[in-house]
């Protein structure tokens, strides 16, 4: 793909301001892009929308989104306001970590919406707003999604 298609196209990050998530954000800020970058908390923001924007992206905006508590409803009305999104990165922290008998019936719930439900009510909000045959989504999920890993859920 031309890297040009990219320039000030808009692409929305969730878990983006450490880990994997940041580094996908750090990938496109090179290609011209604009961002919306969310994570439970700003810790930082100011320092990465910075770096961010001395890489490259034409934009950044950082909007506070919990996967687990947030509604996007009308996070995603009141952000985009009608904007068409070229992209959207599913992406959030692991669930709770413990042996089974240390878990409780909550801590299975939380992990459901962290890691299944959230993202999935997420793009739900977001597909009016993806640029028709125009967009991508990525999801990042932890492999305990399809099988049990140590001690995660």
């Known amino acids: 793909m031309d890297q040009t ?3 000030n196209k808009l692409f929305w990050c969730l878990g983006a301001t450490s ?3 940041y580094a996908v954000c750090q990938e496109l800020a090179q290609k011209k892009v604009r961002l919306i970058i ?3 908390k700003d810790t930082g ?3 990465k929308k910075n770096e961010l924007l001395t890489l490259g992206a034409s934009e950044v905006k950082f909007v506070p989104f919990d996967m687990k508590n947030d509604d996007p409803t009308h996070l995603t009305e ?3 306001q009608g904007e068409k999104l070229n992209g959207v990165l599913l992406n959030a922290g692991g669930p709770k970590s413990g042996k089974l008998l240390t878990l409780n019936y909550e801590d299975f719930l939380d992990a459901n919406k962290l890691i299944l ?3 999935a009510r997420f793009l739900s909000a977001c597909l009016k707003y993806l640029e028709p045959q125009n967009s991508s989504v990525v999801s990042i999920t ?3 999604v399809k099988e049990p890993v140590g001690e995660l859920n």
Do not use: H, N
């Open 78 to 80: 009141s952000v985009l």
């Open 38 to 40: 969310s994570a439970r």
């Open 117 to 119: 439900a959230g993202p």
């Open 5 to 7: 298609w990219f320039t």
């Open 45 to 47: 923001f100011e320092e």
């Open 19 to 21: 880990g994997i998530g």
């Open 142 to 144: 932890s492999t305990s």
